[in-house]
């Protein structure tokens, strides 16, 4: 897989940021909804990157060459969600029909006070995971996250909610997995998205949609020195306001022969590939990652 | 020889020396056992060199596993609370000592 998300800009002006939050908060959701249209025509005129990106991916997913108008839903897919999350923070969870499917796996860890970790992907929306895992259920998510991507909305965010924003563990410290053992030994619920490579990661050949690309070893690297059971996760957004959750259990325990741990790391990794792909055939507009998915520039060591 | 013997002074020179101590060679050879870095014998390590990044190139995995190693061995529990912990993992050296001032 390829770094090239790192050198993407952030889009939007900060200006344009403020005012469509305070439109949000003013008018509600369903007047600032209206925004979007305009919204994803701006993105479809002056983003050629994510727009290809997005015609790639999608020719995969939907099995056909896809039009303008593909392009366009899948703009404004990201764009509802990334307003959903006002909402969200904002804590109306009434304001949302949320269909959850196998929740028993998270409540369960949470009631028995163990802690796992929660492997998503930038198929959908995360927010609608942690929020309504607080809102809902009460249930502690913390989330791995690089501080310094999408500053400006993270920013933003951030005031709408501190609380939530405190969940939040710095990724890229020495000691940030040290502090995830920690939290995970309390019994917290840790999440991270696996779909992402940074340029120091271990990385791992697996395919996916068909096509060799890389993944990080991370998570599984992780879940295998913790022995910490690893709950996959996708926050799907079927428009209007729908959402479905869906949890599946990836192991109890990923377990790794010490001394051929780069093959079964890749083979887990794999698996996680596997269940993405799935998901993400369901719900191909809720995919994410508008960069080159398959770019090799990186060379797996 | 342990560092407790010697002067502030003296402790630094001796570390100057470039050469592992024996308590700086077993944090050395736990460093090897516990992230499988066969290809280094305890003794190719300096330990002054920082051991992130640039120097033995161990990553966040690896700290983890360290410190689970370092708890293990040694009964010490390092915390990422701790403010000191880039430190502590800065290299062999610093982390020998802070193995000694808190076993």
Redo the contacts between chains.
Sequence with gaps: MSVSWKKQRERGSTGALRLILWIALNLGRRSTRLLLYPITLYFLLTTSTQRKASRQFLALALDRKPHLGDVARHFHTFAATILDRVFLLEEDKDAFDVNYHHPELVVEMAKQGRGCILLGSHLGSFEILRSMAKLEHQIPVKILMYPKQNERITQAFATLNPAMANTVIPL???????????EISQGALVGMLGDRTEE?D?LTHCTFFGQQTSFSQ?PM??AS??KAPVILFYGLYRGGNRYDIYFELLAEQVTVD?KQ?ARDIQQWTQRYAARLEHYARMAPYNWFNFYDFWNEDDTVS | MSFNHLKYTDLEEYLNMAELSPEELEVAKLIIDTLNLEDLTPEEIDPHAPLFRDGLGLDSIDALELSLGIKQQYGIQLKADDANIANIFSSIAKLSQYIQANR
Excluded: A, W
């Excluded at chain 1, 890229?172 to 920690?182: A, N, P, Q």
């Design positions: 890229g410290r020495t000691d940030t997995l040290i502090r995830v053992s920690e120091q271990k991370g690297l992780l020195v913790l010490r741990r």
